[in-house]
């Protein structure tokens, strides 16, 4: 099993229009063979000291069963196409892939 945390920043005039491709690009993730979790989440501001809080950027959570399954992801044509769309609303994507340890 792979988790996947991307951080993904964006221009904040343009927050809405990110939102809406999202809107129609999450649903596509989901129903491809392999994806377990595709959820995009932004920061909730408490009152903790250490909190990290950034307003332009979207933390997206994914699980995948197997680096097959997440490399097809990254070549599927819906991929290819939110990659085009985002162009210009996204300012920079950090990705995280992570493997579980095998702890005893």
Known sequence: MLKVIA???FD??????????YDDFVPKV???????????????PTELPNQMVEECRILVLEQWRDGDAFQAHLQAP???DFRKAIQGIVTEVK???????EID
Do not use: M, N, W
């Not at 989901?30 to 909730?44: I, K, N, S, T």
């Not at 990705?95 to 340890?101: A, F, H, I, R, T």
């Open 7 to 9: 951080h993904v920043h």
């Open 12 to 21: 904040p005039t343009r927050k809405e229009q990110l939102l809406e491709i």
């Open 30 to 44: 989901l129903a491809e063979d392999g994806c377990h979790q595709y959820e995009p989440h932004e920061d909730f």
């Open 78 to 80: 819906h991929v290819i």
């Open 95 to 101: 990705v995280q892939v992570l493997g579980s340890l």
